[in-house]
C-alpha cells in the first residue's frame, strides 16, 4: 500500500526547475505542459558555468513544418527514472524542456509545437538524458547518449557527439 501511495506522488511531482524565472504575461513562458515542463524562461546574466548540455549517438534533422513528435531514445540501466532536458544553443534564447520518465523507459515522443513555434533549429538545440545513481555515500547523474529521429526509429550508430 505504502508502495502504491509513493508511485501516486511521485507521479504528481512536475519535473520543472523551480529557479527558472517566468517572464511575465509570456504564452510561451516555461511551465508545466502535459507530461513535460517547456518554455521561454529569464536568465539571470553574470556568469553561467560549464556544463554538458548534450550527448547524442544520432540526431537527425527534423522539418519544423511537419509538427510531428520527436523520438527520443536511450540505453539505461533497469533502475532509476531518466531525466531529459533540452537547451536552446542560441544567443539571447532562454528556453528549455524537461522531463522525467519512469523506471525501465527507453524513449520519449516529444511534442514538437512550442519548440517550432519559438523556431529553434536542429544545430540550436542541446539535448542531454541522464539517470541518477547513489553508489555508496557518493549520488552521481549517469549521461545517456540519446538517439533522436522525426522520421522513424532514430539510428544506432556506435559514434557520439557531445
Not at 82 to 94: D, E, G, N
Not at 130 to 154: E, M, W
Amino acid at each position: 500500500m505504502a508502495a502504491l501511495f509513493t508511485s501516486a506522488i511521485e507521479a504528481q511531482v512536475a519535473p520543472c526547475d523551480p529557479q527558472l524565472i517566468q517572464p511575465p504575461g509570456n504564452p510561451l513562458g516555461y511551465r508545466l505542459r502535459g507530461d513535460r515542463c517547456e518554455g521561454i524562461y529569464v536568465q539571470q546574466v553574470g556568469g553561467t558555468p560549464l556544463t554538458v548540455v548534450s550527448w547524442t549517438e544520432s540526431f537527425e534533422d527534423y522539418d519544423l513544418s511537419s509538427r510531428q513528435p520527436l523520438t527520443l531514445e536511450w540505453d539505461s540501466p533497469e533502475e532509476g527514472k531518466a531525466q531529459l532536458v533540452a537547451h536552446a544553443q542560441c544567443r539571447r534564447l532562454y528556453y528549455r524542456m524537461d522531463a522525467v520518465r519512469p523506471f525501465g523507459s527507453r524513449s520519449y515522443s516529444w511534442p514538437t509545437d512550442l519548440f517550432v513555434s519559438v523556431g529553434i533549429g536542429r544545430d540550436e538545440l542541446g539535448i542531454l538524458g541522464s539517470v541518477h545513481r547513489r553508489a555508496g555515500d557518493t549520488d552521481h547523474d549517469i549521461y545517456l547518449p540519446l538517439r533522436i529521429g522525426q522520421k522513424g526509429k532514430p539510428a544506432r550508430t556506435g559514434s557520439y557527439k557531445l
